[in-house]
């Protein structure tokens, strides 16, 4: 039994995963936006020229095997050439939220990812992850959301942030929001809010979905981050229904 959000940390798989850019012909500053993406990061990044095979295209492997693919245009559309900014005016709809298939497949990895100023690119890949698990919950129309924001003002003071949760509670999810109480969203969202000022509370990132069993989508989807530096997280994101379930039921009974 898992005693703290840490503790999952321990139960993720930590699989080795690389990616292999294909036959590249965007520039040289396309590629390091790639790199700093994963700047620091256990996930290598390579280059080959493979005959017959499409430009552009950027390969998940994992022992020797291709267990995703997308193209550059479909990381730079979605991440490379985003910056948070858009997600907290709401600029990006929750619709148009996509995480390429290469990203998704990097689930289970750890992650240690730094906010600005140390990096403009890396915490980005959290905040995607955040909005695709909202959006697949906003789809489903059902079940049950946990999301901690250690300001619960932050609800309020991004009005992107704010249009999610008010589009994800009005579709039938029951939405529970965590963080020090420092505003009340319940007075504007459809939301139930649960405060505190331990430490899951003040410095836990947290966005787990656990869908109604009659949902059109079964898709389970958890993103746990714990900022034990200032503005430096240790991350993971999960798909895995029996980990999901899990970490949802400990955040249901800790928090």
Not at 196 to 224: C, K, N
């Given at each position: 039994?898992?005693?703290?959000?840490?503790?999952?940390?321990?139960?993720?798989?930590?699989?080795?995963?690389?990616?292999?850019?294909?036959?590249?012909?965007?520039?040289?500053?396309?590629?390091?936006?790639?790199?700093?993406l994963l700047d620091g990061q256990s996930v290598a990044i390579s280059e080959r020229d493979i005959p017959d095979t499409d430009e552009d295209l950027?390969?998940?492997?994992?022992?020797?095997?291709?267990?995703?693919?997308?193209?550059?245009?479909?990381?730079?559309?979605?991440?490379?050439?985003?910056?948070?900014?858009?997600?907290?005016?709401?600029?990006?709809?929750?619709?148009?939220?996509?995480?390429?298939?290469?990203l998704a497949g990097l689930d289970e990895v750890p992650f240690r990812l730094r906010g600005y100023p140390h990096s403009n690119k890396e915490k980005l890949l959290l905040i995607v992850v955040s909005r695709v698990i909202e959006r697949i919950a906003a789809k489903a129309g059902g079940g049950t959301?946990?999301?901690?924001?250690?300001?619960?003002?932050?609800?309020?003071?991004?009005?992107?942030?704010?249009?999610?949760?008010?589009?994800?509670?009005?579709?039938?999810?029951?939405?529970?929001?965590?963080?020090?109480?420092?505003?009340?969203?319940?007075?504007?969202?459809?939301?139930?809010?649960?405060?505190?000022?331990?430490?899951?509370?003040?410095?836990?990132?947290?966005?787990?979905?656990?869908?109604?069993?009659?949902?059109?989508?079964?898709?389970?989807?958890?993103?746990?981050?714990?900022?034990?530096?200032?503005?430096?997280?240790?991350?993971?994101?999960?798909?895995?229904?029996?980990?999901?379930?899990?970490?949802?039921?400990?955040?249901?009974?800790?928090?």
């Amino acid at each position: 039994m898992t005693d703290s959000l840490r503790g999952f940390f321990d139960d993720i798989d930590a699989p080795s995963r690389s990616l292999v850019v294909v036959n590249r012909t965007e520039p040289d500053p396309v590629r390091n936006l790639l790199d700093s993406l994963l700047d620091g990061q256990s996930v290598a990044i390579s280059e080959r020229d493979i005959p017959d095979t499409d430009e552009d295209l950027v390969l998940l492997v994992e022992d020797g095997e291709v267990i995703a693919r997308s193209t550059l245009d479909e990381l730079l559309d979605s991440v490379l050439l985003i910056n948070s900014d858009l997600y907290k005016t709401g600029a990006i709809d929750l619709d148009e939220v996509e995480l390429p298939d290469v990203l998704a497949g990097l689930d289970e990895v750890p992650f240690r990812l730094r906010g600005y100023p140390h990096s403009n690119k890396e915490k980005l890949l959290l905040i995607v992850v955040s909005r695709v698990i909202e959006r697949i919950a906003a789809k489903a129309g059902g079940g049950t959301l946990r999301a901690s924001f250690q300001r619960l003002s932050r609800l309020q003071d991004e009005r992107g942030t704010h249009e999610v949760y008010r589009v994800v509670g009005s579709r039938g999810v029951d939405v529970h929001v965590y963080g020090i109480g420092d505003a009340d969203p319940a007075a504007t969202l459809p939301v139930t809010v649960h405060r505190g000022r331990s430490y899951p509370y003040r410095r836990s990132w947290f966005v787990v979905y656990d869908p109604p069993p009659e949902a059109e989508t079964d898709r389970h989807a958890a993103l746990v981050a714990l900022e034990d530096e200032p503005n430096v997280w240790d991350g993971f994101w999960t798909f895995r229904p029996a980990l999901v379930d899990r970490i949802e039921q400990h955040i249901a009974t800790a928090l």
